[in-house]
């Protein structure tokens, strides 16, 4: 076989899962970060509220965090260009993003 046929095909898998490791372990490392803050944060709230400093209706607390994690998903599930694009790239591209995104995602 000829290596002119194979070496952007290599590299574009290579590339892809490489690529995907590193971002799903970025993104895991961000999550981690996030979810730390956010609970000092209502921690530290409910402790206010404990200690009879500061008053918290959480009810809207509640009912902000659905509205965001509903719209949130609402606007990954609908937006039909983002997929689109990404199918442009090609199947062993995305393929192997994919599963380098599992890899660090799980890793990370």
């Given at each position: 076989?000829?290596?002119?046929?194979?070496?952007?095909?290599?590299?574009?898998?290579?590339?892809?899962?490489?690529?995907g490791v590193l971002l799903g372990y970025a993104i895991k490392k961000i999550i981690r970060i996030a979810a730390i803050i956010v609970g000092?944060?209502?921690?530290?709230?409910?402790?206010?509220?404990?200690?009879?400093?500061?008053?918290?209706?959480?009810?809207?607390?509640?009912?902000?965090?659905?509205?965001?994690?509903?719209?949130?998903?609402?606007?990954?599930?609908?937006?039909?260009?983002?997929?689109?694009?990404?199918?442009?790239?090609?199947?062993?591209?995305?393929?192997?993003?994919?599963?380098?995104?599992?890899?660090?995602?799980?890793?990370?």
């Amino acid at each position: 076989m000829d290596n002119n046929i194979i070496s952007p095909f290599a590299a574009t898998i290579g590339g892809g899962f490489l690529g995907g490791v590193l971002l799903g372990y970025a993104i895991k490392k961000i999550i981690r970060i996030a979810a730390i803050i956010v609970g000092l944060f209502l921690a530290g709230s409910a402790f206010l509220q404990y200690q009879q400093i500061d008053s918290i209706n959480w009810d809207k607390v509640e009912g902000s965090i659905t509205g965001l994690t509903s719209a949130t998903f609402g606007v990954l599930n609908e937006n039909y260009v983002t997929t689109q694009m990404m199918s442009n790239f090609g199947i062993p591209l995305t393929g192997s993003m994919a599963s380098g995104f599992t890899v660090g995602f799980y890793k990370g």
